[in-house]
């Protein structure tokens, strides 16, 4: 009967899990894609660099349920902003890029933070994904970005470099390298530090409740499982 029971508990367990972590899913899909689409310009960028907040969704995600759970917040924000902005926008360039940098980050942060589920570890998550995701977004925009933009919206390199040398009085900027280094890194610094305080900030006094509530499920699973048992051994 022990065997019977675990089995049941173990099994239980699982649905409830599942079910858990689609919710959350679910829920932090919502919110990043409103994130996503309440985008802003920042100062010494050029108009075509817009700055949100919808990683922060993905992360927490992430966080709770592990780094898959995390990409695939990534994945259906992108999918779901494609069509209402980004279509229009960029044709799904920016939108591509957006869910390669950002799934970098949500999946450096994230496996620093499964193995220390501490202040410490989510301050070390957040160091790795920022840095994750200057590196990730500079290679993304060398090598994907900037000559899609040229072949699918004829959107030539020296615009391009025009704009960012427009928009940034404090350097000069004459070349696609230089359009890396001086506009996209800056920018994926910034994205990833303030996105890094906002999280820390944010998860901290919310651990306890994606943590809790986790619990609390397997804990109800648990109890109704036993009982169970219990009854049918009494009526055997």
Not at 143 to 162: G, S, T
């Amino acid at each position: 009967m022990s065997e019977v029971t675990t089995n049941l508990k173990t099994r239980n367990q699982s649905r409830k899990d599942m079910t858990y972590r689609i919710a959350l899913t679910g829920i932090m899909t919502a919110l990043a894609v409103v994130l996503m689409l309440l985008e802003i310009a920042l100062p010494l960028m050029p108009v075509f660099l817009k700055y949100d907040f919808s990683d922060i969704p993905a992360l927490f995600t992430g966080f709770a349920c592990g780094p898959i759970a995390g990409i695939l917040v990534e994945f259906f924000k992108n999918l779901i902003h494609m069509p209402l902005k980004g279509w229009a926008s960029t044709h799904g360039i920016g939108n591509v890029a957006n869910f390669i940098s950002g799934s970098f980050f949500v999946l450096a942060a994230t496996i620093v933070y499964r193995r220390m589920k501490n202040k410490k570890g989510v301050v070390l998550s957040l160091v790795f994904g920022t840095i994750a995701l200057t590196i990730a977004t500079s290679f993304v925009n060398y090598f994907f970005c900037l000559p899609m933009y040229e072949k699918v919206m004829n959107f030539k390199l020296a615009d391009i470099i025009f704009l960012c040398d427009k928009a940034n009085t404090l350097v000069t900027i004459d070349s696609k390298l230089d359009v890396i280094l001086m506009t996209f890194v800056p920018f994926n610094i910034f994205k990833g530090i303030t996105i890094s305080i906002v999280s820390f900030l944010c998860y901290i006094p919310l651990r306890r409740f994606f943590e809790t509530g986790k619990k609390e499920d397997v804990d109800v699973v648990e109890d109704s499982v036993i009982e169970t048992a219990e009854t049918a051994a009494e009526n055997a």
